[in-house]
């Protein structure tokens, strides 16, 4: 190898002395104004005329002041939105840890909106503002397709929009929403997922049609964050139940800020209780364990942090496979500090497949320059 | 091992069991649509008495929401906690290696046969509550 040669593949080994594909960064949208030229006339006269230019879209459970919402060291200048700058997220997150790609998931308040119609328009504005503003800026990003949640018609139709673009590798869903994300309801999206190889990436975040927690409306943040965890086990235990797996054996899902250390015991509980009511879910044919290490990825920041690196070690042995995790740092939440993204348990071989090789698996249209 | 009789033919109807305690094992001997089929009456996961679940058949599907019930009368389901096992051969049908219940060699001979063979060495054996007659057959099970 002559110098050159050694040195870029010395930078592409990053931090971690492998390359790695970050699976989970969030750029933000500026503002409504920001939107604007992606919008048509009457929509861009409507937002005006009821003001919605100049509401912020924020999550309510992301705040932008809140401290999780964004490390210190990640802040913009002049209160800018954390993430809105794509040149600034390429410095932290892509040459910081030395990742060759990143999946942008945006996750904007328009998720929520009540009118199918309104959020197909802000989907398809978003998705617009990603392919120019940050795809053609960056070509080491990626990103998931934004669409209308609730309607899976017009859904399919923003999939279809962007399945020729194959710098789109994913649909982006949230965990919760207005239906179990196994209900039929939903097929249309998995159907057009599974023939364009986009997998679907269930982030956490509620559009808050129902309690964030089964047992009704929390007070505290702590509690919001905490219990996302439950949404993911009750929507992993949808779609194995549902049989979308059965229907559809191609598709894959990313489960993003799910952590994983429950997943073990989840699997256990769910193993057993099928062995006893499968008669009721016959097209479930496997124990759920074996389906969900077949088809469902989970992104490792924020990670449920076990106090010993050995725990993680064990857990990683429970959940019985080593294809199941993928690198992410979920920039810019702050959720390690430094460049402590990757956990020191993963070593060797797993670490390779959780920076590189199970990304490369799971995001099917992400092809890779040698 | 050794062949015990342990019913006669035509008293254990097709799709019901008999409950019989062999060499101080208990067993339930099942009449699968006119073939005879002898388990442990124990279940393998935590100890039900299998022979008092329900004779069902198996529910297949080939995508969700479609449902078919097959090889109705073949599966045996544990009342406690709903594993089903085939009949047949006593194997689960979640997990068919790793969980079995055990099963037994039946045979149906007639009462002559029974008689002639009937020997207090090699069996096989009559309980003494059991009197056999050479116009019957005779349900037996190899314990
Ligand atoms: S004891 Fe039979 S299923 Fe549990």
Same mark, same amino acid.
């Given at each position: 190898m002559d110098t050159v040669t050694q040195q870029r593949v010395k930078a592409r080994a990053g931090i971690f002395g492998h390359p790695a594909i970050d699976c989970d960064v969030h750029p933000a949208v500026p503002s409504v104004k920001t939107l604007m030229p992606y919008f048509d006339e009457y929509w861009r006269e409507q937002f005006i005329a009821r003001g919605i %230019?100049?509401?912020?879209?924020?999550m309510t459970s992301q =705040? =932008?002041?809140?401290?999780?919402?964004?490390r210190p060291d990640w802040r913009l200048p +002049?209160?800018?939105? =954390?993430?809105?700058d794509p040149a600034i997220l390429g410095k932290h997150v892509l040459d910081a840890f030395g990742s060759s790609y990143a999946i942008c998931n945006t996750i904007h308040?328009?998720?929520?909106?009540?009118?199918d119609d309104m959020a197909a328009v802000f989907a398809r504005a978003i998705n617009d503002w990603l392919a120019k503003e940050w795809l053609d800026r960056d070509p080491r990003l990626r990103a998931s397709i934004v669409i209308p949640l609730e309607n899976p018609e017009f859904a399919v139709e923003e999939i279809e929009r962007r +399945?020729?673009?194959?710098?789109?590798?994913s649909v982006l869903m949230l965990v919760?929403?207005? @239906?179990?994300?196994?209900?039929?309801?939903h097929w249309p999206i998995y159907k057009a997922a599974e023939k364009y190889g986009l997998p679907i990436v269930v982030h956490? &975040? *509620? !559009?808050?049609?129902?309690?964030?927690?089964s047992i009704g409306w929390p007070s505290y943040f702590l509690e919001d964050y905490v219990n996302q965890s439950g949404a993911f086990e009750s929507q992993l235990l949808s779609l194995v139940a549902e049989g979308v797996f059965s229907k559809f054996p191609g598709i894959k899902f990313v489960f993003a800020e *799910?952590?994983?250390?429950?997943l073990p015991a989840f699997m256990w509980r769910a193993n057993k209780t099928w062995r006893g009511v499968r008669m009721e879910v016959?097209?479930?044919?496997?124990?759920p364990a074996e389906i969900i290490r077949a088809h469902v990825r989970f992104t490792?920041?924020?990670? %449920?942090?076990?106090?010993?690196p050995g725990d993680l070690e064990r857990i990683v042995e429970q959940i019985g496979s080593d294809d199941v995790l993928m690198f992410s740092t979920?920039?810019?939440?702050? @959720?390690? %500090? &430094? !460049? %402590?993204?990757? =956990?020191?348990?993963? !070593?060797g071989s797993l670490a390779r497949k959780v920076l590189w090789d199970n990304a490369l698996a799971t995001y099917s249209r992400l092809e890779v320059n040698a | 091992m050794s062949w015990h009789v342990v019913a006669k033919v035509g008293e254990i109807e097709p799709g019901t069991s008999k409950v019989v305690t062999v060499r101080g094992r208990e067993l339930g001997v099942f009449n699968v649509k006119g073939d005879y089929y002898a388990l442990?009456?124990?279940?393998?996961?935590?100890?039900?008495?299998?022979?008092?679940g329900r004779i069902i058949g198996l529910a297949e599907s080939d995508e969700p929401g479609h449902y078919r019930l097959t090889r109705q009368g073949e599966l045996l389901r544990c009342p406690w906690h709903g594993w089903e096992f #085939?009949?047949?051969?006593?194997?689960?049908?979640? #997990?068919?290696v790793r969980t079995k219940v055990k099963a037994y060699h039946v045979k149906v001979e007639t009462g002559e046969e029974v008689e002639k063979l009937g #020997?207090?060495?090699?069996?096989p054996y009559i309980a003494e509550t059991f009197s056999v007659s050479v116009k019957d057959n005779y349900i037996l099970v190899d314990v």
């Open positions: %230019d100049r509401l912020n879209f924020v =705040p =932008p002041n809140a401290p999780i919402t964004s +002049a209160g800018a939105k =954390p993430g809105s308040g328009s998720l929520a909106l009540h009118s +399945a020729g673009d194959k710098r789109f590798v919760m929403g207005e @239906q179990p994300l196994g209900r039929r309801t956490a &975040g *509620s !559009t808050y049609r129902h309690a964030p927690t *799910s952590g994983f250390c429950w016959p097209w479930v044919k496997q124990y490792i920041q924020p990670i %449920d942090a076990p106090p010993e979920d920039y810019p939440h702050w @959720q390690f %500090d &430094g !460049t %402590d993204a990757l =956990p020191k348990a993963l !070593t | 442990a009456n124990k279940c393998p996961h935590e100890g039900a008495s299998l022979c008092k #085939d009949i047949r051969t006593g194997q689960s049908w979640c #997990d068919p #020997d207090k060495s090699k069996g």
